[in-house]
């Protein structure tokens, strides 16, 4: 074997064992990181079992609110669209904004007035507010 050869393959040698150190290396960083991960998701798990329906039930309110806004940003430019005051309408009620839902339906009947379906919301909207 000449010199050339002799160095090629002493070349290839320590370039297996750097790879390899470096493929022990980042398999640890990565098994290590997992493992955190995966402990910490348990514990957080564990210590806040009551307050992520909380934060689910915050989200879906502020949601709501969020939609509330833009139907009202549409009605701004069309005082008249009936998607968007419809939209309005199951907004407010789940938001329990029964005067506003009430205001809006009054609307929704002066638009179409043979729609049985919103004075009969209305009725029930009255009701929930005279108790």
């Known amino acids: 074997m000449n010199s050339l050869e002799k160095y090629a393959a002493d070349r290839r040698k320590r370039q297996r064992w750097l790879v390899s150190i470096f493929a022990v290396i980042g398999i640890a960083s990565f098994g290590g990181t997992a493992l955190f ?8 798990g564990l210590q806040q079992p009551a307050s ?11 949601q709501l609110k969020a939609d509330k806004a ?6 701004q430019r069309e005082p008249n669209n009936r998607n968007a005051l419809e939209g309005l309408v199951q907004v407010q009620l789940q938001l329990q904004d029964l005067p506003g839902a009430k205001a809006t ?5 002066k638009l179409d007035p043979k729609n049985p379906e919103y004075k009969l919301v ?5 009701q929930r507010l005279e108790k």
């Open 37 to 44: 991960g995966i402990i910490a998701m348990f514990r957080a």
């Open 52 to 62: 992520a329906p909380v934060t689910a039930a915050q989200s879906a309110r502020d």
């Open 70 to 75: 833009n139907y009202e940003l549409v009605l």
């Open 105 to 109: 339906l009054e609307k929704l009947i």
């Open 122 to 126: 209305l009725d029930e909207v009255k």
